[in-house]
Structures are given as structure tokens and as C-alpha cells.
């Protein structure tokens, strides 16, 4: 990885998870596709995921297509919008399957000039200690890697703490997305790193109902009788796939805190449950997450930036009730909505 990427990935970042923006007849749409990246470029998002869950896992089957598709469209308009500013957006990438489409995936990635994978290990559950660290260890050999824990309730596979105290010796792991949204698992992850001295892996939340806590939280472990203490630097997350503006500004605000070693006062306890408050209703966690992307995307198209909140599956819908509590949490937290952004600015993200 390029040492300034790499550097930046350290510092910490909002890593938006990228929707897929579809026509009204469920086909790709090139121009709000655009529009949502320069969207993110423009709200001072450091980096940008796509190909992963947010997108949609679908964009891969074969009556789709979309997966090479997507990629290369958001590789030409990342290099639009670094071309014009001061500074290059990290760009990572989704894997998934078994290892030889993963290694595949990774080499489309590679080739496109993505920065890492993020990879999805949900394909591999039951598979041993030793099988996935074979797995991890030969998609490294193609392309950087951004370890993913992804929940089991949208997909993922519960994996040990042996298993990470494993994968943290792969030597081109560049960073760890812990999406567990479990305290237990997430400690796992986080002591096996300390364990390995491996400094040079960064820690992004995924944690979306955790999400400024984790930011701010130190975790501390003895390690040969010595203090490690490692803490989550950014976020790579679906939240932050809408009002990117204000994440940027929140994660700014923690990164303050950290840095002065402040203590946590009772506004940032409180902001950290009103997040979480509005994480529950984009996630749709009443439902078990079943509306999770389309209630990211009835943000979005509220604000001008998709046409719908369609999914390439005509059954995946916001769930009864879901768009009122949408309606409930913009009423409620206006602070933490950036539709002024969005509004002075949509007629050039769609141009």
C-alpha cells in the first residue's frame, strides 16, 4: 500500500459503506451512482467502500452482473473528484465467496487500483482456524486486506478469538472492521491485535450501534506484563452512508477528545445514544435488520440523491413503520442531518 494512503488510513477517516443507486425499472443508474460519490467526496469522507453489503451482495449474481460494473464506475469518478482536490479518497473494495472467487474479486480490485479488500468470511462459516487463515493469507498475496467482522444476522459467521490472534500475523493486513455489534466478540479482536505488536493495523468501527463509544473508548490489555492499548481510529460503516457531512464532523469531535486526553462529558454520552437512536431506525433493528439498506436509501432519496430506495430484490422494503420512525429521528436529532449540505449542493452532484 501507498505510505500516504497507508498514513491516512492510520490517522483515522469516515469510510462511508457505498449504496447502489438503481432506476425505477431496477436497473443501474450511472448518474445518481456518480452523485453519491461526489456526495461523499465533497462531505470530507476520507475514504470510500464499495462492492460490499450496503451495495448490495446481489450486484455479483450472474442475472445482475453489476459487481465489475459498479467498481469501475466509482474507480473513473474517484479519480474525477481526486483530481480536483487536495487529497486522494481510500479506496476499498468488497470480497466475498469461497477463496477462488475471493482471490478473483481481489485481483479485479487490483487491477482497478483499489487500495484494499474488504473481506467477507461469511461464505467460509464452520470452516476451521487453519482454513480461514488460508483464505485471508491467499487474498493478502493479491491485494491489501481490511479484516472484516460482519454480524451473523446480515450474513457474517462468528469467528474466535484464535482465529484473529491468527489473522493479525498475515503480513499485508493493512486495518480490522469490527461489525460484530457484540462487546464480547468486538474485545476479542481488539486483545488478539494487541497480542501480535501489530501497531500498523488500524481499528475501524463497524460497530453501527456503538459507533461513537467505540471512537472514544480506550482498550487496554496487559501483554508480557506490559500495557497495550489500541482504539478504534475511524469508521468504515452503512450509518455513515447518509449525512456524511456531520459524520465527518463527528468524528473530528471524538478525535479531539482522544488527542487532549478530555474526559467524556455527559453531551458526548448523550450524542452517543442519539446516534445509536437513529442507527435502530435506519437498520431497521426491530425487524432484524430486514430494512437496513432501503432505509439508508429513503434518506438518500429524500434529500434528492437516488430516485428510490429500491434493492435489486423487489422484496427487500422498508419494513412497516419504518418510514415514520425515519420521519421520528429527523424531527428529533435535526443536528445530526445534513440536508442544508445536500440541498446547496445536489444540482452539481447530479450534474
Known sequence: MDAGIKQSLERGMVIPACPLALTNERTFDEQRQRALIRYYHAAGAGGLAIGVHTT??????????????????????????????ERTMVRVGGICGQTAQAVREAGVLA???????????????????????????AVAEV???FGFYLQASVGGCELPFSFWRRFA???????IKIAAFDRYQTIDVIRALAETDRSDISLYTGNDDNIVMDLLTPYRF?????????RFVGGLLG???????????????CHRIVEKNDPVSQDMLRLANEVTDCNAVLFD???????????????????????????????ELLSPGQAEE?????????HLTDDEFVTANLKGFLS
Open 56 to 85: 448490495q451482495f446481489a450486484i455479483r449474481d450472474p442475472q445482475h452482473g453489476l459487481y465489475k460494473p459498479v467498481l469501475e464506475l466509482a474507480k473513473d469518478e474517484l479519480d474525477q473528484c481526486d483530481a480536483t482536490g
Open 111 to 137: 487491477e482497478l487500483g483499489y487500495h484494499a479488500g474488504l473481506l467477507n468470511l461469511g461464505a467460509l462459516g464452520g470452516s476451521s482456524d487453519e482454513e480461514l487463515f488460508e483464505h485471508c493469507k
Open 143 to 145: 491485494i491489501p486486506v
Open 169 to 175: 500475523e498475515i503480513e499485508n493486513i493493512v486495518a
Open 222 to 230: 496487559d501483554v508480557d506484563g506490559k500495557p497495550v492499548e489500541r
Open 239 to 253: 450509518h455513515w452512508a447518509v449525512w456524511t457531512s456531520k459524520a465527518v464532523e463527528l468524528l473530528e469531535q
Open 285 to 315: 433493528a426491530s425487524h432484524d435488520f430486514r430494512g437496513c439498506i432501503p432505509g439508508l436509501e429513503e434518506v438518500l432519496c429524500r434529500q434528492g440523491l437516488l430516485s428510490n430506495n429500491y434493492c435489486l430484490d423487489p422484496k
Open 326 to 334: 425515519i420521519d421520528r429521528i429527523c424531527r428529533a436529532y435535526p
